[in-house]
């Protein structure tokens, strides 16, 4: 009898384990060198539990449109519209060039952001001022259709979508995305970043990139954004996008949406690792951190370099970190802990 117990009780927690491992949140960094986290680094997928899958900040490290590693996409988020987050240029191959200089090449004029929108047929969620210059590539790519704001119905747009759509949302705002027959959605919430955002004056109209030219000028759409995201398994995702420190890490993002998972920027045009540092562990405050965006090699041969700025800052921050590594999937739980792929 003991033994009949024993078995079904090994049973039921091996039938559990999937589920239980279906509720994590799964985030591939799509770089330029498999196996590495480089100076090019950028795009993030992220998948909820629910299915929804979510491409951040195209950047310059896709193939194209059509690069095999990005699968389903359901949903484009854009930081700002610099060209190493909107995508004015793409990687030749994965693997081009070296970690510290990978080789790329001209994207078109169209960005990589509504390339890739197009081709997977994805809502592209970011500010209004953003979704409408992305908005009218998108139009461009499909024949001048307009890109209209996403349907919603009882507070969730349903993905996938019927088209590409766009959010509609300004600084503050939330979009919400829920997949078809769950009951629960994913919400995406844009928060304010420190930087800038003019866009690429190859992605203008003549006139208007003949214009800047002339006058050292850039067009700004808009504020800098970043996001936090909640997904349906609890975790809370900051995403920093390109930001110095600033007091709403606090006030927003730690007290107010109490984010457990930082994916943060690293950078020098933005802030040192001293300020980083800070930023992370008096303001934030996250379970864990996930570092991107660090404008270097970073590891090589897979290994982290330990004349990098990207160690000497691991060195100083609380909570446990990770690096962003090309094509390794992380698993991270609720509380923001990562499980699997760490």
């Not at 949302?169 to 919400?187: E, I, K, N, S």
């Not at 997904?231 to 007290?255: C, P, Q, R, W």
Request: aromatic fraction near 4%; proline fraction near 4%.
């Amino acid at each position: 009898m003991n033994t009949a117990r024993a078995s079904a009780a090994l049973l039921l927690a091996a039938l559990a384990a999937p589920a239980a491992l279906a509720q994590n949140v799964k985030v591939t960094p799509l770089g330029s060198h498999a196996g590495e986290l480089c100076d090019r680094d950028r795009a993030t997928i992220f998948e909820d539990p629910t299915g929804i899958r979510i491409l951040y900040d195209v950047g310059h490290t896709l193939t194209g449109a059509d690069d095999p590693r990005l699968g389903t996409i359901h949903l484009v988020l854009l930081s700002h519209a610099h060209g190493d987050h909107l995508g004015d240029r793409k990687l030749k191959a994965v693997g081009a060039g070296t970690c510290a200089a990978p080789e790329t090449v001209p994207a078109g004029s169209n960005s990589m952001t509504a390339e890739v929108a197009v081709a997977k047929n994805a809502a592209i969620v970011m500010t209004s001022d953003m979704g409408t210059f992305v908005g009218a590539k998108i139009a461009g790519l499909r024949g001048g259709k307009a890109v209209t704001p996403c349907p919603v119905t009882a507070g969730a747009t349903e993905v996938p979508v019927a088209e590409s759509c766009r959010s509609n949302t300004h600084l503050g705002g939330v979009f919400t995305a829920r997949a078809a027959g769950a009951t629960q959605g994913v919400d995406i919430t844009i928060v304010y970043a420190s930087h800038a955002n003019n866009v690429p004056l190859s992605l203008l109209s003549e006139a208007q990139r003949a214009m800047h030219t002339a006058d050292g000028t850039g067009l700004a759409l808009g504020p800098p954004t970043g996001y936090v995201i909640k997904f349906t398994n609890g975790l809370t995702a900051y995403l920093s996008g390109d930001t110095g420190i600033h007091s709403e890490m606090k006030t927003v993002v730690n007290e107010y949406h109490r984010a457990n998972l930082a994916v943060f920027n690293l950078g020098l045009s933005a802030g040192t690792n001293v300020s980083v540092a800070q930023a992370l562990n008096e303001l934030v405050r996250p379970s864990s951190v996930l570092l991107t965006h660090v404008n270097e090699a970073v590891t090589e041969g897979g290994n982290l370099r330990a004349a990098s700025r990207a160690a000497a800052l691991m060195k100083m921050l609380k909570a446990p970190v990770h690096l962003a590594i090309s094509g390794r999937t992380m698993e991270f739980d609720g509380k923001g802990k990562c499980v699997a792929g760490c």
